[in-house]
């Protein structure tokens, strides 16, 4: 449902790449909303993105609780069913 809030938590459970340990004080996560299609198709958006989160990390930083809305109707995208997308890219370095 729009607007509803529903949680998701994503986890780190091999944590070791390339020699460096990982945990979302390193990372930044994106969300995105795609259309349920075979090939990626993002849901459009002129403003608000249409899904937002806000993001709480545990003590030991290898858990991320995500409280997530969605900002959009499926009856005004034609119907059509959503999925969720969530990247990790590695946190920049402020100089």
Known sequence: MKNTPFVIK???TNNVYEGSILD???L???ASLLY???EEKPVPYL???PIQYNGK???TADTMTLSTKINVLS???ENMMFRGKLCTLPRRSSR
Do not use: E, G, P, Y
């Open 10 to 12: 994503v986890m780190i």
């Open 24 to 26: 979302f004080h390193r």
């Open 28 to 30: 930044t996560l994106d």
């Open 36 to 38: 349920d299609t075979w």
């Open 47 to 49: 403003k608000n993105k």
């Open 57 to 59: 990390v545990n003590d």
């Open 75 to 77: 009856s005004h995208c």
